[in-house]
């Protein structure tokens, strides 16, 4: 049983601080901020990632030793450097004033642990292995990367759109639900993969119009 309540985060504008200035730390702030979090970085060196991000002003970049005070009005932290003391540290802070934080390779001072994620546009497919084997949720991430290609982005975007129209001129629910499905289970995607967007797209539009009325 898991220990984990699986959750997407929305760190829009949030304040997050990554302790440490190393590779696996400009990997964390990366992440943060494609999610579009306001990152602040602490560390005495950083390496050269994160110095070009904070020169183009993408990051926050403070030179010194952590100290708990750069937790204030923080959402989420992240420790990601090679001293156990120091990690520790901010964990502790962290949890003291009750924000959420990820120590990197050690569950056990994690509030939360960051999933392997394959990405394709709106779609998000994370795997965790509850901290237990990061390079196997990698693995099972690598898998997945190649049964889920990039039409699967546009597809769902396609849906998001079509989405809006559904709700606001179908009333009835079921027929909804039915029309999401028919959409959902058409030969598009199909479609997408073998690089005819054209054929798709007519093919969507053409289930998209088709009358309700047939829809059971």
Known sequence: MSEYYP???????????????????ARKVAALLEAGAAVTVVAP?????????????????VRRAFAPADLGGCFVAVAATDDPAV???????????????????DAALSDYIVPAVT?????????????????????????LEADFGPEYGQ????????????????????????????????GVLALLREGRAAEARD??????????EQVT
């Open 119 to 143: 990405r394709r546009g709106s779609l998000c497919i994370a795997v965790t292995t509850d901290g237990k084997s990061p390079l196997l949720a990698r693995r099972v991430r690598e898998r």
């Open 45 to 61: 060196d950083a390496a050269r990632e994160v110095l070009d991000l904070s020169a183009r002003g993408r990051v926050t970049y």
């Open 155 to 186: 597809f769902l975007d396609w849906l998001g759109e079509a989405r809006e129209t559904i709700k606001r001129e179908e009333p009835n629910e079921s027929r909804r639900r039915a029309i999401f499905a028919r959409l959902v289970d058409s």
């Open 87 to 105: 990690n520790r540290a901010v964990s502790q802070a962290a949890r003291e004033r009750r924000v959420l934080v990820n120590v990197v390779d």
């Open 7 to 25: 959750i997407s985060l929305n760190l829009s504008g949030r304040r997050c601080l990554v302790v440490g200035g190393g590779a696996v730390a």
């Open 203 to 212: 093919e969507f539009e053409r289930l998209l119009r088709e009358p309700t």
